[in-house]
């Protein structure tokens, strides 16, 4: 047997959907035990599979759809699915955000009479803003790309 082959085995084996969706259950069991024990260890752990993953699915970035899905001449959804889809996101988005600003700014007004969530506040009204650039970056790069 060719020792090459077995290599591509083991890769083939590191490229499948199942391998991947199981990996990612694992990752996700080591971050909750991490943060459940307190162990950093378990964490870094997490992390470096994280990134291990993140790296084969970006050589694998073309493929995705096949990895997956697996057979690609299934239909899984049609267009009106994925309209009703980005739809409901974009408004779950608009949603949430404009709830954070509302909780943010009702938390900091309170400031004198609640100095403890203070904090709470401005971190709220972080996260908000970094969802609007986010939003609007990854807009920007579907409105070149189509």
């Known amino acids: 047997m060719n020792s090459n082959s077995g290599i591509m085995k083991i890769v083939s084996i ?5 391998f991947l969706k199981i990996l990612s259950v694992f990752i996700t069991g080591l971050w909750f035990a991490g943060l459940i024990l307190a162990n950093i260890y378990v964490i870094a752990l ?3 599979l994280l990134g291990a993953e993140g790296i084969v699915l970006y050589i694998n970035r073309d493929n995705l759809k096949e990895i997956f899905q697996g057979d690609s001449t299934a239909i899984i959804e049609d267009e009106r699915t994925q309209l009703i889809n980005e739809k409901a996101s974009t408004m779950t988005l608009g949603i949430l955000i404009a709830v954070m600003i509302y909780a943010c700014v009702i938390i900091v007004a309170l400031r004198n009479s609640y100095p403890q969530f203070q904090q709470a506040g401005y971190t709220l009204f ?3 803003v970094f969802c609007f650039v986010l939003y609007f970056s990854s807009r920007a790069y579907y409105m070149r790309k189509y």
């Open 46 to 48: 997490a992390i470096i």
């Open 14 to 18: 590191f490229e499948s959907g199942l």
């Open 126 to 128: 972080a996260v908000a």
